[in-house]
């Protein structure tokens, strides 16, 4: 009695296996169709409409955006300019004290 319910204790422990390595086979292969479903209607729609998808645009912009905080440079640029061209602009400090009472005298204009 013991043999046999080794044996259907095996047998279903096999058929569980395999029950389980099937279920989760159509699980992957049903999420991965309908991914591809929703990158092929937003290309349809891409396509129909002209307008690029949201999660292009936005890392379109994410990239714009953390360009200036890269250090290579962009084609074209002249040896040894930076961001603002290589221009120095030179002014002369003065302190400015101004009191609770005393307003600001008015800014001059060039």
């Given at each position: 009695m013991n043999l046999l319910?080794?044996?259907v204790?095996?047998?279903?422990?096999?058929?569980?296996?395999?029950?389980?390595?099937?279920?989760?086979?159509?699980?992957?292969?049903?999420?991965?169709?309908?991914?591809?479903v929703v990158?092929?209607?937003?290309?349809?729609?891409?396509?129909?409409?002209?307008r690029k998808p949201a999660?292009?645009?936005?890392?379109?912009?994410?990239n714009q955006a953390a360009r200036q905080f890269r250090p290579e440079r962009w084609p074209g640029a002249t040896p040894g300019a930076g961001a603002d061209g290589g221009e120095v602009v030179d002014v002369q400090a003065?302190?400015?004290?101004?009191?609770?009472?005393?307003?600001l005298p008015p800014k001059a204009v060039d």
């Open positions: 319910s080794e044996i204790s095996g047998i279903l422990r096999g058929l569980v296996k395999v029950m389980v390595l099937v279920l989760s086979t159509i699980l992957v292969l049903s999420v991965l169709c309908v991914g591809l990158v092929l209607a937003t290309a349809i729609r891409f396509v129909l409409t002209g999660v292009f645009t936005t890392f379109t912009r994410f003065h302190e400015v004290r101004a009191s609770l009472n005393t307003q």
